[in-house]
C-alpha cells in the first residue's frame, strides 16, 4: 500500500471519528444515559442497531458519544507529555552538560520502571478520573519525547545555520526556539501520531480498569467493563465498543505510518 493511499485512508476514518464525535447530538438515536428496564439486553434490531445493554441504554449512542471522551483522551494524553518531553528535550540537548546529565539521569529513572505500573500507582495515589490519568500521562510519557528531541537537537546545533546564529550573537533562547525546535518538531509530531495508540489504549484499559472515566459515562473502555459480565448472552454490549477502540486506532496507526514514510523520504 502506497503511502497516498495509507494517508487517505487515515486521514479518512479520522474524520469519520471527528464527524461523529461533533455530530454526536444529532445522529445518536437516543440519550446515551437514559436506561429503560423493559429494553434490557435486547440483541441488534432495527430500532436498536448495537442493541442495549444491561440497563436498556442504546449502545449504538453510547459507542457515538463515546467518540468525544475517547478523542479528547487520545488528543490530550499525547499533547501535555509531548510538549513537556519536547521543551525539556531541546534545553538539555541545546545546552548540555550538568543539564543534559541530570535529564538523562532522571529519564534512566523513569524508564527503570514499568510504563502501566507507574501510571497505574500515580492514579492510585491522586484518585480515579481524567484529570488523574492526564497528569500521569505527563509525568511518565514526556521521556520518549524528551530523548527524540534531545537527539535531534545535538545534530542540529552543530549546523551552519546554527552556529552563524551564535556567531550573530542570537540569545539561547532564540536559537532553541526559533531556529532548532521548528527543525526538530517533525519527528516528535511522527512519533505522536504512533504513540496516541498507546494513549487511547492506556485510556481505555484505566476506565475498564474504574481508574479513569467514571459510570454513567459513555466511555469504551467502561462499556467493555460492563458488559463482561453478559458476554456469553449478549456480545455485543462488549464487541461494538472494543471494535470501535480497534478502528480508531487503526486510524491513528495509518495517518502515522504514512506520515513517517514521507519523513524518511524527505530525509
Known amino acids: 500500500m502506497s503511502s497516498n493511499t495509507t494517508l487517505t485512508l487515515g486521514f479518512c476514518i479520522l474524520a469519520f471519528?471527528?464527524?461523529?464525535?461533533?455530530?454526536?447530538p444529532l445522529v445518536a438515536p437516543f440519550d446515551?444515559?437514559?436506561q429503560d428496564a423493559s429494553a434490557r439486553l435486547q440483541a441488534p434490531t432495527l430500532l436498536h442497531p448495537f442493541g442495549t445493554d444491561n440497563?436498556?441504554?442504546?449502545?449504538?449512542?453510547?459507542v457515538i458519544w463515546?467518540?468525544?471522551?475517547?478523542?479528547?483522551?487520545?488528543?490530550?494524553?499525547?499533547?501535555?507529555?509531548?510538549?513537556?518531553g519536547t521543551i525539556l528535550g531541546t534545553v538539555?540537548?541545546?545546552?548540555?552538560?550538568?543539564?543534559?546529565?541530570?535529564?538523562?539521569?532522571?529519564?534512566?529513572?523513569?524508564?527503570?520502571?514499568?510504563?502501566l505500573v507507574l501510571m497505574l500507582s500515580i492514579?492510585?495515589?491522586l484518585g480515579p478520573g481524567l484529570a488523574s490519568f492526564y497528569i500521569a500521562m505527563a509525568l511518565v510519557g514526556w521521556v520518549s519525547y524528551a530523548r527524540l528531541v534531545r537527539a535531534q537537537i545535538l545534530v542540529l546545533k552543530t549546523m551552519d545555520f546554527a552556529v552563524a546564529a551564535q556567531s550573530l550573537g542570537y540569545s539561547r533562547?532564540?536559537?532553541?526556539?526559533?531556529?532548532?525546535?521548528p527543525n526538530a518538531l517533525t519527528g516528535s509530531i511522527v512519533f505522536a501520531m504512533s504513540d496516541v495508540i498507546l494513549v487511547l489504549l492506556n485510556g481505555a484499559a484505566i476506565s475498564y480498569l474504574g481508574l479513569g472515566v467514571q459510570p454513567p459515562a459513555a466511555e469504551w473502555g467502561i462499556m467493555v467493563a460492563e458488559g463482561q459480565g453478559f458476554i456469553t448472552q449478549a456480545w455485543w454490549i462488549?464487541?461494538?465498543?472494543?471494535?470501535?477502540?480497534?478502528c480508531l486506532a487503526l486510524g491513528f496507526s495509518l495517518l502515522g505510518d504514512a506520515l513517517g514514510d514521507m519523513w524518511e523520504a524527505e530525509v
Open 123 to 125: 492514579i492510585t495515589i
Open 32 to 34: 446515551p444515559i437514559l
Open 66 to 84: 463515546g467518540v468525544r471522551i475517547d478523542l479528547q483522551i487520545a488528543l490530550l494524553g499525547v499533547l501535555f507529555p509531548m510538549i513537556i
Open 173 to 181: 533562547l532564540r536559537i532553541m526556539f526559533r531556529h532548532l525546535l
Open 238 to 246: 462488549t464487541f461494538f465498543p472494543g471494535f470501535a477502540i480497534v
Open 92 to 115: 538539555a540537548g541545546f545546552l548540555g552538560g550538568i543539564v543534559d546529565t541530570i535529564l538523562m539521569r532522571i529519564i534512566d529513572i523513569v524508564l527503570a520502571f514499568p510504563f
Open 17 to 24: 471519528f471527528i464527524a461523529a464525535a461533533l455530530l454526536a
Open 55 to 62: 440497563f436498556g441504554r442504546d449502545v449504538l449512542s453510547r
